[in-house]
């Protein structure tokens, strides 16, 4: 079974950074895109950035030049480096993977339990 565990969401002030952290867990997968998504409450779950098994990388518009996602293969993780927050980044942030399950053969997407990201202004 993979597992997603998601670490270094908190509270920071506005103009701040923080640097989230995404571990896949677990044996027998490969792990395909990554990406983070956030949501806030009576909202819709919305992309923030991915990055595929090669590097390429895609960022919502909001987030471009202030956010920088990166991936570390041989560990299963991938981070978000965010800088310059501003009270609108306030969410919860939540860790995606797309892994192929090699026993099974399958393909299937993980999601983590979630970081609370809290920007004051």
């Known amino acids: 079974q993979v597992q997603l565990v998601e670490s270094g969401g908190g509270l920071v002030q506005a103009g701040g950074s923080l640097r989230l952290s995404c571990v896949a867990s677990g044996g027998g997968f490969a792990v395909y895109g990554m990406g983070w998504y956030r949501q806030t409450p009576g909202k819709l779950r919305e992309l923030v950035a991915v990055?595929?098994?090669?590097?390429?990388?895609n960022y919502a518009d909001s987030v471009k030049g202030r956010f920088t996602i990166s991936r570390d293969n041989a560990k299963n993780t991938v981070y978000l480096q965010m800088n310059s927050l501003k009270p609108d980044d306030t969410a919860v942030y939540y860790c995606?993977?797309?892994?192929?399950?090699?026993?099974?053969?399958?393909?299937?997407?993980?999601w983590g339990q979630g970081t609370q990201v809290t920007v004051s202004s």
């Open positions: 990055i595929t098994a090669t590097g390429s990388t």
């Open positions: 995606n993977a797309d892994v192929f399950l090699i026993l099974q053969n399958s393909r299937s997407a993980y």
